[in-house]
C-alpha cells in the first residue's frame, strides 16, 4: 500500500497533484504547525504581468505555534475577491466558461467554514474529482496518531498499513537522517521527481509553478494527462542523499 503525506495547501500547484496520484492513501497533514504566509494560505495564478498571488486572510497575531487545524479565516467574504480576480485574469482562457462555475460553486461553498483547512481541504478533494483522480483523502488530525516529524510520519502510515511512503522531495532534509525509523516500521521510502511540464498558458513566456487552476482553465480535460507527462520514477534515498551533498 503507497502513502503519502503533505500539508494542505491553498489551490495547490501541479505536484502536488501528481503526488497525490501516484498513491492509494494521501494524508492531509493538518496537524502541524502553521507558517504564515506559506503555501497554507496562498498560491499563485497567471496574470498579464506573471504570476500573482492570492492570499487567504487568517488570524495569526497572538496565535504563534497554532496547528494548521486550528487556524481561522480572518475575512469570511475573501473568496469574493478571489472570484473576481480568478474571472479578470482567466475569462477568455480556452476552458474558463466550462469550469468557473464549478470553481465558484466549490470556493463558496469552502469559504462558509470557519477555518483555513476546511477551505483547503475541500477544494483538494474538488479538483481531485475534476481531474479524475481518485486516491483516498485521509486527514491526519482524524487519524488519532501522535509523534513528532518523522515518528509522526511512520504512525500515520502504519495506520493505513502502509508498506512503501512517498515523500514530497522538500522533506529530504531531515527525512534522510531518520529513514531508520522508516526501515524499523518495514517502511520503503522513494523521493517524489517532478520536473515541471509546461502545457499551453496565456500571456507568455511560461511561467511554471502556479496553482492547478491555471492548468485547468487552459488545457481542461487534457489536465490529468498534462500532470502525469512531468513524472519521473521516485527516487531512491541515496540517490538524494548524493543530491544534497554534492558541491
Known amino acids: 500500500m503507497k502513502v503519502s503525506i503533505s500539508q494542505p495547501t491553498y489551490l495547490p500547484w501541479l505536484g502536488y497533484f501528481d503526488l497525490i496520484d501516484q498513491v492509494d492513501y494521501f ?7 502553521f507558517e504564515k504566509r506559506s503555501w497554507h494560505q496562498r498560491n499563485r495564478i497567471k496574470g498579464p504581468a506573471g504570476l500573482e498571488w492570492l ?11 497554532q496547528s494548521i487545524v486550528e487556524v481561522e479565516i480572518r475575512e469570511a467574504e475573501f473568496w469574493r475577491k478571489h472570484l473576481d ?20 460553486e466549490a470556493l463558496r461553498q469552502s ?3 470557519s477555518h483555513l483547512v476546511e477551505v483547503n481541504v475541500r477544494l483538494i ?6 481531474l479524475g483522480i481518485q486516491t483516498s483523502l485521509r486527514r491526519s488530525s482524524l487519524m488519532g496518531q501522535s509523534g513528532r516529524r518523522s515518528e509522526l510520519l511512520v504512525n500515520l502510515v ?12 522538500g522533506s529530504a532534509v531531515y527525512l534522510l537522517n531518520d529513514l531508520q525509523q522508516f526501515s524499523d516500521a518495514g517502511i520503503e521510502v522513494g523521493f ?9 498558458q496565456q500571456f507568455p513566456p ?21 500532470i502525469r507527462s512531468g513524472r519521473g520514477a521516485p527516487q531512491p534515498p541515496s540517490q538524494v542523499a548524493l543530491r544534497q551533498n554534492a558541491p
Open 27 to 33: 494524508v492531509l497533514l493538518d496537524t502541524v504547525q
Open 55 to 65: 492570499s487567504v486572510p487568517v488570524i495569526s497575531r497572538g496565535r504563534f505555534g
Open 85 to 104: 480576480i480568478v474571472q479578470l485574469n482567466y475569462r477568455h482562457a480556452p476552458f474558463f466558461s466550462c469550469y468557473f462555475p464549478e470553481f465558484e
Open 111 to 113: 469559504a462558509t467554514a
Open 125 to 130: 478533494a474538488w479538483f481531485c474529482r475534476l
Open 158 to 169: 502504519r495506520a493505513l498499513n502502509g508498506s512503501y511512503y512517498l515523500s514530497p522531495l
Open 192 to 200: 517524489q521527481n517532478y520536473p515541471h511540464p509546461e502545457y499551453t
Open 206 to 226: 511560461f511561467c511554471p509553478y502556479a496553482s492547478v487552476l491555471d492548468l485547468v482553465f487552459n488545457e481542461g480535460p487534457r489536465s490529468l494527462e498534462i
